[in-house]
Protein backbone atom coordinates (compact mmCIF):
# COMPACT_ATOMS: atom_id res chain seq x y z
CA UNK A 1 0.00 0.00 0.00
CA UNK A 2 1.56 3.24 -1.22
CA UNK A 3 1.76 5.65 1.88
CA UNK A 4 2.44 9.00 2.38
CA UNK A 5 5.32 11.02 4.55
CA UNK A 6 2.91 11.37 7.05
CA UNK A 7 1.41 8.19 7.36
CA UNK A 8 5.40 6.84 6.86
CA UNK A 9 6.33 8.96 10.10
CA UNK A 10 3.39 7.75 12.42
CA UNK A 11 3.59 4.50 11.36
CA UNK A 12 7.30 4.23 12.37
CA UNK A 13 6.79 6.02 15.61
CA UNK A 14 3.64 3.22 16.42
CA UNK A 15 6.15 0.28 15.39
CA UNK A 16 4.18 -0.98 12.62
CA UNK A 17 4.69 -1.41 8.78
CA UNK A 18 2.03 0.93 7.61
CA UNK A 19 -1.33 2.93 8.96
CA UNK A 20 -4.53 3.25 7.86
CA UNK A 21 -6.09 7.34 7.67
CA UNK A 22 -8.27 7.04 10.95
CA UNK A 23 -7.03 4.64 12.62
CA UNK A 24 -5.82 4.99 15.91
CA UNK A 25 -2.67 4.30 17.32
CA UNK A 26 -0.04 4.65 19.92
CA UNK A 27 3.39 6.55 19.05
CA UNK A 28 6.76 6.48 21.01
CA UNK A 29 7.59 9.62 21.38
CA UNK A 30 11.04 10.65 20.17
CA UNK A 31 11.24 14.39 21.40
CA UNK A 32 8.78 16.60 24.07
CA UNK A 33 9.86 20.52 23.71
CA UNK A 34 8.22 22.69 26.19
CA UNK A 35 8.88 26.34 26.45
CA UNK A 36 8.54 28.79 30.05
CA UNK A 37 5.05 29.49 29.08
CA UNK A 38 3.25 26.02 28.60
CA UNK A 39 6.08 23.93 30.08
CA UNK A 40 7.44 23.68 33.87
CA UNK A 41 4.81 25.95 35.48
CA UNK A 42 2.26 23.92 34.38
CA UNK A 43 3.67 20.39 33.91
CA UNK A 44 5.81 20.40 37.75
CA UNK A 45 2.42 20.69 39.82
CA UNK A 46 0.94 18.44 38.11
CA UNK A 47 4.03 15.59 37.60
CA UNK A 48 3.92 16.45 42.02
CA UNK A 49 0.47 15.60 42.10
CA UNK A 50 0.83 12.03 40.26
CA UNK A 51 3.80 11.58 42.42
CA UNK A 52 5.70 10.86 39.06
CA UNK A 53 8.74 11.39 37.25
CA UNK A 54 9.79 12.30 33.57
CA UNK A 55 10.28 9.28 31.77
CA UNK A 56 12.97 9.62 29.86
CA UNK A 57 14.90 13.68 30.63
CA UNK A 58 17.42 13.27 27.70
CA UNK A 59 14.16 13.28 25.26
CA UNK A 60 12.69 16.57 26.87
CA UNK A 61 14.02 19.41 25.62
CA UNK A 62 13.07 23.03 27.45
CA UNK A 63 13.51 26.61 25.79
CA UNK A 64 12.81 29.95 27.69
CA UNK A 65 11.52 32.51 24.95
CA UNK A 66 8.14 34.03 25.85
CA UNK A 67 8.95 35.78 29.17
CA UNK A 68 12.03 37.15 28.83
CA UNK A 69 13.18 40.05 29.26
CA UNK A 70 11.19 38.98 32.67
CA UNK A 71 10.44 42.59 33.89
CA UNK A 72 7.60 42.23 36.97
CA UNK A 73 6.96 39.43 39.38
CA UNK A 74 4.97 37.43 37.18
CA UNK A 75 7.76 36.89 34.81
CA UNK A 76 10.62 36.58 36.87
CA UNK A 77 8.69 33.68 39.05
CA UNK A 78 7.93 31.68 35.81
CA UNK A 79 11.63 32.09 34.63
CA UNK A 80 12.78 31.14 38.00
CA UNK A 81 10.15 27.89 37.85
CA UNK A 82 11.65 26.28 34.57
CA UNK A 83 15.50 26.80 35.34
CA UNK A 84 14.27 25.00 38.82
CA UNK A 85 12.24 22.03 37.18
CA UNK A 86 15.20 21.71 34.61
CA UNK A 87 17.30 20.84 37.71
CA UNK A 88 15.46 18.89 39.73
CA UNK A 89 13.58 16.67 36.55
CA UNK A 90 17.83 15.93 35.16
CA UNK A 91 16.86 17.65 31.63
CA UNK A 92 20.23 18.87 30.67
CA UNK A 93 18.45 20.39 27.14
CA UNK A 94 17.83 23.55 28.69
CA UNK A 95 18.04 26.65 26.31
CA UNK A 96 17.68 29.86 28.69
CA UNK A 97 17.57 33.30 26.82
CA UNK A 98 18.86 31.81 23.83
CA UNK A 99 15.99 32.38 21.57
CA UNK A 100 12.30 31.15 20.04
CA UNK A 101 11.63 27.72 20.63
CA UNK A 102 10.96 26.89 17.38
CA UNK A 103 13.77 28.23 15.80
CA UNK A 104 16.09 26.94 18.62
CA UNK A 105 15.24 23.12 18.52
CA UNK A 106 16.53 22.55 15.14
CA UNK A 107 19.34 24.62 15.34
CA UNK A 108 20.51 23.01 18.27
CA UNK A 109 20.16 20.17 16.23
CA UNK A 110 17.43 18.38 18.03
CA UNK A 111 15.46 17.85 15.30
CA UNK A 112 16.13 14.69 12.41
CA UNK A 113 14.14 13.25 9.42
CA UNK A 114 12.26 10.34 10.83
CA UNK A 115 11.15 11.57 14.19
CA UNK A 116 8.19 11.58 16.06
CA UNK A 117 7.78 14.75 18.28
CA UNK A 118 5.30 17.06 20.02
CA UNK A 119 5.71 20.51 21.18
CA UNK A 120 3.62 22.66 24.01
CA UNK A 121 3.54 25.21 21.63
CA UNK A 122 1.34 25.55 18.49
CA UNK A 123 3.12 26.21 16.41
CA UNK A 124 5.51 23.02 16.59
CA UNK A 125 4.43 21.95 13.30
CA UNK A 126 7.74 23.96 12.74
CA UNK A 127 9.35 20.90 12.97
CA UNK A 128 7.69 19.23 9.67
CA UNK A 129 9.89 21.10 8.03
CA UNK A 130 12.60 18.76 8.83
CA UNK A 131 10.28 16.03 7.40
CA UNK A 132 9.99 15.13 11.21
CA UNK A 133 6.67 14.50 12.49
CA UNK A 134 5.51 17.34 14.95
CA UNK A 135 2.96 18.70 16.68
CA UNK A 136 1.27 21.23 19.34
CA UNK A 137 -0.30 19.44 22.37
CA UNK A 138 -1.79 21.00 25.81
CA UNK A 139 -0.55 20.96 29.22
CA UNK A 140 -2.76 17.65 29.93
CA UNK A 141 -1.34 15.62 26.61
CA UNK A 142 2.04 16.79 27.47
CA UNK A 143 1.64 15.69 31.09
CA UNK A 144 0.71 11.88 29.81
CA UNK A 145 3.82 12.07 27.42
CA UNK A 146 6.45 12.90 30.15
CA UNK A 147 5.09 10.37 32.06
CA UNK A 148 4.66 7.48 29.25
CA UNK A 149 6.85 8.80 26.62
CA UNK A 150 3.29 7.69 24.07
CA UNK A 151 0.63 9.52 22.84
CA UNK A 152 -2.34 8.19 20.94
CA UNK A 153 -3.07 9.80 17.57
CA UNK A 154 -5.68 9.14 14.68
CA UNK A 155 -3.41 8.95 11.76
CA UNK A 156 -4.51 12.19 9.55
CA UNK A 157 -5.22 12.10 6.01
CA UNK A 158 -2.67 14.14 3.65
CA UNK A 159 -3.50 17.46 2.10
CA UNK A 160 -0.62 18.27 -0.66
CA UNK A 161 -0.15 21.84 -1.11
CA UNK A 162 1.95 21.83 -4.68
CA UNK A 163 4.02 25.19 -5.94
CA UNK A 164 5.51 24.51 -9.08
CA UNK A 165 7.86 27.51 -10.66
CA UNK A 166 9.83 29.46 -8.82
CA UNK A 167 9.11 32.46 -6.37
CA UNK A 168 9.86 35.74 -7.80
CA UNK A 169 11.97 38.39 -6.28
CA UNK A 170 10.34 39.76 -3.25
CA UNK A 171 7.97 37.18 -2.55
CA UNK A 172 8.79 34.75 0.60
CA UNK A 173 7.48 32.22 2.24
CA UNK A 174 5.12 34.27 4.21
CA UNK A 175 3.64 35.22 1.16
CA UNK A 176 2.58 31.65 0.13
CA UNK A 177 1.29 30.60 3.49
CA UNK A 178 -0.84 34.01 3.73
CA UNK A 179 -1.94 33.44 -0.03
CA UNK A 180 -2.71 29.45 1.10
CA UNK A 181 -4.60 30.76 4.61
CA UNK A 182 -6.57 33.37 2.26
CA UNK A 183 -7.45 31.40 -0.39
CA UNK A 184 -8.39 27.92 1.99
CA UNK A 185 -9.35 29.62 5.18
CA UNK A 186 -8.06 29.19 8.79
CA UNK A 187 -9.37 25.50 8.46
CA UNK A 188 -8.16 24.58 5.40
CA UNK A 189 -6.04 21.96 6.78
CA UNK A 190 -9.22 20.30 8.42
CA UNK A 191 -6.65 19.20 11.46
CA UNK A 192 -4.61 16.42 8.76
CA UNK A 193 -1.18 16.53 7.58
CA UNK A 194 -0.12 19.23 5.14
CA UNK A 195 2.36 18.03 2.77
CA UNK A 196 4.18 21.39 0.54
CA UNK A 197 5.89 20.10 -2.21
CA UNK A 198 6.56 20.65 -6.30
CA UNK A 199 9.79 22.31 -7.44
CA UNK A 200 9.01 26.43 -5.51
CA UNK A 201 9.17 24.41 -2.37
CA UNK A 202 12.53 22.33 -2.97
CA UNK A 203 14.32 25.46 -4.07
CA UNK A 204 13.34 27.36 -0.91
CA UNK A 205 16.43 27.33 1.87
CA UNK A 206 15.58 25.53 5.16
CA UNK A 207 14.38 28.69 7.77
CA UNK A 208 11.98 29.96 4.36
CA UNK A 209 10.45 26.10 5.25
CA UNK A 210 10.34 26.13 8.60
CA UNK A 211 7.93 29.23 8.20
CA UNK A 212 5.97 27.41 5.76
CA UNK A 213 5.31 24.32 8.00
CA UNK A 214 4.96 26.72 11.02
CA UNK A 215 2.47 28.63 10.04
CA UNK A 216 0.11 25.34 9.31
CA UNK A 217 -0.77 26.00 12.33
CA UNK A 218 -2.82 29.44 11.16
CA UNK A 219 -4.14 26.97 8.17
CA UNK A 220 -5.90 24.51 10.65
CA UNK A 221 -3.41 21.45 10.07
CA UNK A 222 -2.20 19.20 12.69
CA UNK A 223 1.54 19.46 11.04
CA UNK A 224 3.01 21.02 8.19
CA UNK A 225 5.38 18.06 6.02
CA UNK A 226 8.42 18.97 3.52
CA UNK A 227 9.78 15.42 2.00
CA UNK A 228 14.12 15.47 3.24
CA UNK A 229 16.17 16.27 0.90
CA UNK A 230 19.94 17.81 0.14
CA UNK A 231 18.60 21.14 1.42
CA UNK A 232 17.78 19.31 4.76
CA UNK A 233 20.94 17.08 5.18
CA UNK A 234 23.20 20.31 4.92
CA UNK A 235 21.18 22.32 7.19
CA UNK A 236 21.41 19.54 9.80
CA UNK A 237 25.45 18.71 8.68
CA UNK A 238 24.33 15.51 8.30
CA UNK A 239 27.10 13.12 7.05
CA UNK A 240 24.40 10.32 6.00
CA UNK A 241 20.53 10.83 5.85
CA UNK A 242 17.60 8.22 4.94
CA UNK A 243 14.67 9.38 2.62
CA UNK A 244 11.81 10.12 3.98
CA UNK A 245 9.02 11.24 1.22
CA UNK A 246 5.39 10.30 -0.46
CA UNK A 247 5.00 7.50 -2.42
CA UNK A 248 4.31 8.50 -5.70
CA UNK A 249 0.72 8.43 -6.01
CA UNK A 250 0.38 7.76 -2.75
CA UNK A 251 -3.77 8.73 -2.05
CA UNK A 252 -4.01 11.92 -0.34
CA UNK A 253 -7.54 13.88 1.08
CA UNK A 254 -6.85 16.60 -1.73
CA UNK A 255 -4.19 18.30 -3.98
CA UNK A 256 -3.85 21.98 -4.56
CA UNK A 257 -1.55 23.29 -7.06
CA UNK A 258 -0.55 26.72 -8.00
CA UNK A 259 1.52 28.02 -10.50
CA UNK A 260 4.65 30.21 -7.61
CA UNK A 261 5.75 32.58 -10.36
CA UNK A 262 2.04 34.53 -10.63
CA UNK A 263 2.01 34.83 -7.04
CA UNK A 264 2.50 38.57 -5.51
CA UNK A 265 3.41 39.75 -2.15
CA UNK A 266 0.44 39.30 -0.05
CA UNK A 267 -0.64 41.46 3.02
CA UNK A 268 -3.54 39.80 6.00
CA UNK A 269 -5.77 42.86 7.16
CA UNK A 270 -6.86 42.98 10.42
CA UNK A 271 -7.47 40.67 12.58
CA UNK A 272 -7.02 37.41 10.81
CA UNK A 273 -4.18 35.85 8.78
CA UNK A 274 -7.31 35.11 6.32
CA UNK A 275 -8.14 38.73 5.25
CA UNK A 276 -5.48 38.13 2.60
CA UNK A 277 -5.60 40.62 -0.66
CA UNK A 278 -2.28 41.26 -2.70
CA UNK A 279 0.00 43.71 -1.67
CA UNK A 280 -1.06 46.44 -3.81
CA UNK A 281 -4.54 46.76 -2.83
CA UNK A 282 -3.62 48.14 0.48
CA UNK A 283 -1.58 50.89 -0.94
CA UNK A 284 -2.97 53.65 0.75
CA UNK A 285 -2.51 52.36 3.82
CA UNK A 286 -0.22 54.18 6.33
CA UNK A 287 1.43 52.28 9.05
CA UNK A 288 2.99 53.97 12.36
CA UNK A 289 5.11 51.07 13.51
CA UNK A 290 7.28 48.50 11.87
CA UNK A 291 7.90 44.96 13.60
CA UNK A 292 10.54 42.42 12.21
CA UNK A 293 10.37 39.44 14.99
CA UNK A 294 9.04 35.84 15.59
CA UNK A 295 9.53 32.61 14.73
CA UNK A 296 7.93 33.72 11.10
CA UNK A 297 9.90 36.76 10.58
CA UNK A 298 13.16 36.98 12.20
CA UNK A 299 14.90 34.26 11.37
CA UNK A 300 18.34 35.09 9.69
CA UNK A 301 16.99 34.39 6.17
CA UNK A 302 13.98 36.82 6.94
CA UNK A 303 16.73 39.72 8.34
CA UNK A 304 18.69 39.49 4.59
CA UNK A 305 15.50 39.77 3.21
CA UNK A 306 14.88 43.00 5.08
CA UNK A 307 18.38 44.35 4.70
CA UNK A 308 17.98 43.43 0.76
CA UNK A 309 15.58 46.52 0.81
CA UNK A 310 17.01 48.71 3.62
CA UNK A 311 20.66 48.89 1.99
CA UNK A 312 21.22 52.49 1.59
CA UNK A 313 17.87 53.29 2.85
CA UNK A 314 16.35 54.70 5.96
CA UNK A 315 12.90 53.42 7.94
CA UNK A 316 10.39 56.74 7.76
CA UNK A 317 8.47 55.29 11.34
CA UNK A 318 9.58 53.52 14.15
CA UNK A 319 11.14 50.20 13.53
CA UNK A 320 11.57 47.04 16.03
CA UNK A 321 13.50 43.91 15.12
CA UNK A 322 13.66 41.54 17.24
CA UNK A 323 16.12 38.25 16.03
CA UNK A 324 14.88 34.89 16.64
CA UNK A 325 17.70 33.66 17.85
CA UNK A 326 21.19 34.61 19.70
CA UNK A 327 22.93 32.55 17.10
CA UNK A 328 20.90 34.36 14.02
CA UNK A 329 21.94 37.59 15.62
CA UNK A 330 25.00 36.95 15.88
CA UNK A 331 25.56 35.63 12.15
CA UNK A 332 23.71 38.76 10.76
CA UNK A 333 26.13 40.97 12.84
CA UNK A 334 29.19 39.09 11.48
CA UNK A 335 27.80 39.18 8.34
CA UNK A 336 26.73 42.64 8.18
CA UNK A 337 23.31 41.92 7.78
CA UNK A 338 22.35 43.84 11.59
CA UNK A 339 24.24 46.97 10.64
CA UNK A 340 22.18 47.55 7.39
CA UNK A 341 19.01 47.99 9.69
CA UNK A 342 20.53 49.63 12.76
CA UNK A 343 21.87 51.95 9.98
CA UNK A 344 18.07 51.87 8.92
CA UNK A 345 16.92 52.93 12.21
CA UNK A 346 16.24 49.79 13.71
CA UNK A 347 15.66 49.31 17.54
CA UNK A 348 16.67 45.88 18.57
CA UNK A 349 15.04 43.64 21.21
CA UNK A 350 15.65 40.42 22.63
CA UNK A 351 15.58 37.25 21.33
CA UNK A 352 12.75 36.00 22.35
CA UNK A 353 8.47 35.68 21.47
CA UNK A 354 8.01 39.20 22.81
CA UNK A 355 5.19 41.24 21.02
CA UNK A 356 3.83 38.85 19.23
CA UNK A 357 2.79 36.32 22.22
CA UNK A 358 1.80 39.80 23.75
CA UNK A 359 4.49 39.48 26.42
CA UNK A 360 6.41 42.30 27.50
CA UNK A 361 7.05 46.05 28.00
CA UNK A 362 7.02 46.70 24.08
CA UNK A 363 3.40 46.68 23.33
CA UNK A 364 1.58 48.42 20.40
CA UNK A 365 -0.24 51.43 21.83
CA UNK A 366 -3.91 52.42 21.55
CA UNK A 367 -5.01 53.27 17.78
CA UNK A 368 -1.76 52.55 16.45
CA UNK A 369 -1.01 50.81 12.89
CA UNK A 370 1.50 48.41 12.81
CA UNK A 371 2.84 46.06 9.33
CA UNK A 372 4.77 42.73 11.17
CA UNK A 373 6.44 39.76 10.09
CA UNK A 374 4.65 37.77 12.73
CA UNK A 375 2.46 34.73 12.50
CA UNK A 376 -0.90 36.00 13.81
CA UNK A 377 -2.94 39.31 14.18
CA UNK A 378 -5.74 38.67 16.51
CA UNK A 379 -7.39 41.64 17.88
CA UNK A 380 -5.23 42.72 21.08
CA UNK A 381 -2.71 40.13 20.59
CA UNK A 382 0.56 42.90 20.40
CA UNK A 383 -0.95 45.22 22.35
CA UNK A 384 -3.86 47.39 22.65
CA UNK A 385 -7.13 46.51 20.92
CA UNK A 386 -7.54 49.50 19.33
CA UNK A 387 -4.70 48.54 17.32
CA UNK A 388 -4.77 47.41 13.98
CA UNK A 389 -2.25 44.96 13.13
CA UNK A 390 -0.99 43.81 9.26
CA UNK A 391 1.30 40.89 8.63
CA UNK A 392 3.20 40.79 5.80
CA UNK A 393 6.66 39.18 4.80
CA UNK A 394 9.95 40.60 5.68
CA UNK A 395 10.69 42.33 2.20
CA UNK A 396 7.05 43.53 2.80
CA UNK A 397 7.58 45.11 6.18
CA UNK A 398 11.03 46.94 5.25
CA UNK A 399 9.15 47.89 2.17
CA UNK A 400 6.29 49.61 4.22
CA UNK A 401 8.90 51.07 6.75
CA UNK A 402 10.77 52.80 4.49
CA UNK A 403 7.58 54.83 2.40
CA UNK A 404 5.27 54.50 5.59
CA UNK A 405 2.76 52.98 3.89
CA UNK A 406 2.03 49.36 2.89
CA UNK A 407 4.59 48.89 -0.28
CA UNK A 408 4.88 46.06 -2.35
CA UNK A 409 8.86 45.48 -1.65
CA UNK A 410 9.70 44.68 -5.78
CA UNK A 411 9.35 48.30 -6.63
CA UNK A 412 12.26 48.79 -4.21
CA UNK A 413 14.18 45.40 -4.78
CA UNK A 414 14.02 46.56 -8.95
Not at 28 to 39: C, E, I, R, T, Y
Not at 75 to 104: K, L
Request: hydrophobic share 45%; proline share 5%; charged share 20%.
Amino acid sequence: MKQTLAQKLVARAAGRSSVTPGEIVTCKVDLAMMHDASGPRRIKPMLERLGAKVWDASKVVVITDHYLPAYDEESRNIIRIARDWVREAGVVNFYDAQGICHVVLPERGHLRPGMFAVGGDSHSPTGGAFAAYMFGVGATEMLGVMVTGEIWLKVPQTIAIEFDGALAPGVAAKDVMLFLIGRLGMDGGQYQAVEYCGAAIRQLPMQERMTLCNMTAELGGQTGLIASDSVTQEFLKLQTMEAWESDPDAPVLEHHRFNAGELAPQVAAPHSPANTRSVREFRDVRVDLAYIGACTGAKLEDLRMAARVFKNRKSSVRLIVAPASMRDQQAAEREGTLQVLIDAGAELLANSCGMCAGYGEHLLPENSVAISTTARNFKGRMGAASAQVYLASPYTVAASAVTGRISDPRDLLA
